[in-house]
């Protein structure tokens, strides 16, 4: 495997560190890009648009210092590995943010419980993180080889990265924070996958001799830096796992609770307009003209087609939220989302 020459170790410093002073080219750049992403991402969630979601996902920039945080961890550079760090927690931080203030604007009456773009970043598996180090790979590879530069655009879709924050940020406003932890950690998985594939690129294509050739701050790469990436990212695999196994779980349990809704919701002239499970509770989504249906009546027939141990939380589109506990026939009436 060839080494990385002099030239291609600074112009990978140059892409991927960004200067401090706020004012230059690659801080603007970062900056705009990042809140024109967020916006761009929130409204592509909110309007429930792949399309425009995956165009916000080419724009966004975060990729540079999560890289630049992994190129700076194999020349073991403190400063531009902690203003990368925070370049990566504060632009986090801006996306949120942003999609807290969009979600306010809308604020749902449903709490996106029927947005598939919220849906598929709320349940992270250990396949994302496997994609998630593909993905990575493909990414600093890219930036060594600059004759296969031309799929960094590829990259960019196949991460995602601002549009889990964005829905964080809105899953904020309508207080489910548990589904807005486990969109963040979805974040927190790609960028951990980002930052240990890039470490293992970066080292085995010797950017450290470059560097050096190019007169770039090096300092002592110590093997226990390898090995705490590394930890970071076997410890995300921990809680993956569990929601693997919970999803799996979660999928049968909507399966089964379908037809008993839909049977349900035909007898009394409604639609239904969703139904799926999160950690054991189901949740159902319900729209048609008033009067409304009895929610209790779906309670008693999940019961009787045994699933009797989970909870239900049943929204009606336009009307208010029921929480009707298992092991009970009684609902409560909610104006926003149980969490």
């Known amino acids: 495997m060839a080494g990385v020459s002099a030239d291609a170790a600074r112009r990978m410093a140059d892409a991927l560190f960004i200067e401090r002073d706020w004012r ?39 990729m540079t210092p999560i890289l630049g945080s992994a190129l700076a961890l194999v020349l073991a550079d403190r400063e531009h590995l902690v203003r990368s760090a925070l370049l990566v927690l504060t632009g986090a931080a801006a996306v949120v943010l942003i999609g807290m203030v969009l979600g306010w604007i809308v604020s749902p009456p449903d709490a996106f419980a029927s947005n598939s773009q919220v849906s598929s970043r709320i349940s992270p598996r250990l396949i994302d993180l496997l994609a998630a180090l593909a993905t990575g790979t493909v990414g600093a590879f890219a930036l060594v080889r600059t004759d296969i530069s031309d799929t960094l655009p590829g990259v960019a879709i196949a991460i995602s990265l601002v549009p889990p924050l964005a829905v964080t940020g809105l899953l904020l406003t309508v207080r489910r924070y548990h589904d807005a932890g486990e969109s963040a950690l979805l974040f927190a998985t790609n960028v951990a996958a980002i930052v240990t594939t890039g470490t293992v690129v970066f080292l085995a294509y010797g950017v450290r001799a470059g560097a050096q050739e190019a007169a770039l701050r090096v300092g002592r790469f110590r093997g226990p830096t390898l090995g705490a990436v590394v930890a970071v990212l076997l410890l995300i695999a921990v809680p993956l796992t569990t929601g693997t196994l919970s999803v799996a779980r979660d999928r049968a349990l909507a399966a089964e609770a379908r037809p008993v809704a839909e049977r349900w919701a035909a007898d009394r002239s409604w639609q239904i307009a969703s139904v799926e499970a999160r950690n054991g509770i189901v949740v159902i989504g319900v729209l048609g003209l008033p009067p409304q249906p009895a929610p209790t009546a779906l309670r008693i027939a999940l019961d009787r087609n045994g699933m009797r141990d989970a909870d239900l939380e049943l929204h009606l589109v336009g009307g208010r939220t029921h929480w009707c506990p298992a092991d009970t026939t009684t609902c409560t009436t909610r104006q926003a989302a149980r969490i």
């Open 24 to 62: 230059s080219r690659s801080s603007t750049r970062f900056w705009a890009l990042l809140v024109l992403a967020a916006i761009i991402a929130t409204s592509g969630v909110i309007g429930d648009s792949t399309a425009t979601v995956i165009g916000a996902m080419i724009v966004a920039p975060l």
